[in-house]
């Protein structure tokens, strides 16, 4: 072989050495970066606590509406929410605690927009009326959430000592309100009970629907609203005095004066007889 053909063959050596050099680093640096690729996604779609929170009350909220309470398992609503089950637990002490919080962040939102609802209305009856629709449309369109708070949060023993039970009292404060300033704009009688007039109110408005709430049959949000809200309204408005009323008892005075003459007259004929 001659001399110019093993230098030639020498480079070529070089070459596919050097080629080789920069092909190894190639493959070297793509698995230090497939490497460092896992570790990047995770910082990036790492959660925030409240944003955390949120999505296991999201799939929480979804499982109770589907499931119930009883057959709600938090096993379901870690699979929904996409983390393991301690997670919830890092979280919420248990499953009643989860469903106590549903309800919380559900009444919330119901009382934001009562007020914004509120504030375009006046008139005594047409403010009581929009409180009740409010409330029969809630049970119309949430009534597997409304059976929760029935059934399993409000008739528990520790339920005075929830969240639940501060909102609800806030809940129902806003149509005794209502009533208050109707007795004040001189509409509404003075001597009504506040505590009677709401708890009228609101338990009209369940036993009216809870045959809709064991799925019979449907409920007609606006005719029912009607007639709760003209059936309370009547009750607690100032009757007017009718003026047959004040006759009647301009007549009853007469009588009993003449009926209190005539026994005196009996009296005093029976005094005379005997002198």
Avoid at 47 to 73: H, P, T, Y
Avoid at 110 to 138: C, P, Q, V
Avoid at 205 to 220: F, K, P, Q, V
Wanted: hydrophobic fraction near 40%.
């Amino acid at each position: 072989m001659s001399i110019e053909k093993r230098a030639r063959g020498g480079e070529a050596a070089e070459g596919g050495e050097h080629v080789l050099t920069k092909d190894r680093r190639r493959v070297e640096g793509k698995a230090l970066s497939a490497t460092a690729q896992p570790a990047s996604r995770r910082s990036v779609h790492r959660l925030s606590r409240d944003r955390r929170v949120s999505e296991i009350m999201e799939a929480a909220r979804a499982v109770f509406e589907e499931k119930g309470f009883d057959d709600a398992l938090i096993s379901e609503i870690a699979d929904r929410a996409e983390v393991v089950e301690g997670t919830i637990y890092r979280y919420f002490d248990n499953k009643r605690d989860l469903m106590v919080k549903v309800i919380e962040h559900w009444y919330s939102g119901m009382l934001s927009d009562y007020d914004e609802g509120l504030r375009a209305i006046s008139g005594t009856r047409n403010r009581l009326r929009f409180m009740i629709w409010r409330h029969l449309k809630a049970i119309h369109d949430h009534p597997a959430l409304c059976r929760l708070f029935f059934h399993f949060l409000r008739s528990g023993p520790d339920y005075v000592g929830t969240s639940v039970f501060s909102l609800n009292r806030a809940y129902t404060r806003r149509t005794v309100d209502i009533i208050r300033e109707g007795i004040a704009a001189g509409e509404i009688r003075p001597d009504v009970e506040l505590r009677i007039a709401r708890d009228m109110i609101y338990g009209s408005i369940e036993h009216r629907t809870w045959a809709y709430l064991r799925g019979e049959g449907a409920l007609d949000i606006e005719r029912t609203a009607d007639a709760i809200t003209d059936l309370v309204h009547r009750g607690l408005l100032i009757s007017p005095a009718r003026p047959s009323t004040r006759l009647d008892a301009a007549a009853i005075r007469l009588e009993n004066a003449l009926d209190r003459l005539s026994r005196r007259a009996a009296a005093s004929d029976r005094t005379e007889g005997r002198t």
